[in-house]
């Protein structure tokens, strides 16, 4: 599995992914302290999509990502 290099990339593919299969499509967050990096997998068992990130700033756009994420999971237009 390979990272994606950029934030906007890796979201945009994610967002798709996940528009694509709705009940298959699931994401984890995972801080690995000892190295200080945020890593963010997406994946609907078939394409896996995966994010890192040593930034602190980054945080702020993943926190809009899910925001955007779960948005999308709690509307009715599927």
Request: with cysteine; glycine share 0%.
């Amino acid at each position: 599995m390979t990272y994606l290099k950029s934030w906007e990339e890796f979201e945009k593919a994610a967002e798709k992914l996940y528009l694509q299969a709705p009940s298959k499509a699931r994401y984890t967050m995972k801080y690995v302290h000892s190295k200080n990096v945020l890593i963010l997998k997406m994946t609907d068992d078939v394409v896996c999509l995966q994010f890192k990130t040593e930034i602190a700033q980054d945080v702020r756009k993943i926190d809009k990502f899910i925001n955007n994420l779960m948005r999308h999971m709690a509307s009715k237009e599927h």
